[in-house]
């Protein structure tokens, strides 16, 4: 039997796609989820972070690793790291990582796995991409108020983001899980344009022709507003990114998705308008 990709996060919003771009180029995937759900032309099994008990299982066969940390944790490293060293023990060469644009190696969170990558693989790559389009479109709170109210509240000022589809992360990491040669590295994942948050209410209302707005906050209303639902730590977290949007720190493009998969990145338009149809069809 030919060995598997292990795909963390196989139910979620890039391991998901991982999952299916892989098994429909014919590659044995092991899709794993806490409940094991079960996804098209997969293997399911169940892993969760905090259970150890499950890493044996999970690591069965796989040669490489899709690996999606846990949400909401601000020390994955806690758990991550054991978990990769025993994949390191079970045979796994190749771990690609999905980190974030905002946070490089070294830095809080996620940033401590992605240091640990280089000397634990033989081959890696840490997918840094910016915001997900889909946090306008899908479960995000943006999306949902744009839903419900025809308004997103931030605090980005005029900053630009350019915001990336999903599908297009997918694909990069597909690439990393299959190249032939190095994985890639450092990969730091854009759309083909920045835009700002104003930019990008423009395009949904001409999209779906209803008006939606951009309502900027100051740093202090928006951890704020966000802290009624949220711990407030993390509140000012979420808040202090957006402040680092202001300041011009996603303002960026790259040429990553089309030099490692050989076509342009979706437009943020495109993404909406697909979007759209899935909805009307």
């Not at 040669?63 to 991550?80: E, H, I, N, S």
């Not at 299959?178 to 990008?200: F, K, M, Q």
């Amino acid at each position: 039997m030919s060995a598997a990709t292990l795909v963390i996060g196989a139910t979620g919003t890039t391991g998901g796609r991982v999952a299916r771009q892989l098994s429909a180029r014919g590659r044995r995937v092991r899709a794993a989820s806490r409940r094991a759900t079960p996804v098209a032309g997969t293997e399911p099994v169940r892993f969760d972070w905090y259970d150890p008990g499950t890493f044996e299982e999970a690591l069965r066969d796989a040669d490489r690793v899709y690996l999606v940390p846990p949400v909401g944790d601000p020390d994955p490293a806690a758990v991550m790291l054991p978990f990769l060293e025993r994949a390191r023990a079970c045979g796994v060469g190749r771990a690609v990582l999905l980190g974030s644009s905002a946070i490089p190696s070294g830095g809080p969170a996620v940033g401590q796995v992605q240091r640990a990558l280089p000397g634990m693989f033989e081959t890696w790559a840490v997918l840094r991409p910016s915001w997900f389009m889909q946090n306008l479109t899908g479960d995000h709170e943006h999306a949902r108020t744009i839903r419900e109210h025809g308004t997103m509240w931030t605090a980005t000022g005029d900053g630009r983001v350019a915001f990336v589809d999903a599908d297009d992360i997918a694909a990069v990491a597909v690439h990393a899980l299959t190249a032939d040669r190095d994985a890639g590295g450092d990969l730091v994942i854009t759309g083909p344009e920045a835009l700002s948050y104003d930019d990008a209410a423009a395009v949904i209302s001409e999209v779906t022709g209803r008006p939606v707005t951009h309502r900027r906050l100051t740093f202090e209303e928006l951890r704020d507003r966000l802290a009624r639902f949220l711990p407030p730590e993390f509140a000012a977290v979420l808040a202090e990114l957006d402040r680092a949007i202001a300041e011009g720190a996603e303002d960026r493009v790259t040429d990553t998705v089309e030099r490692l998969t050989g076509r342009p990145p979706r437009t943020l338009r495109a993404h909406v308008e697909r979007a759209m149809a899935a909805v009307d069809g």
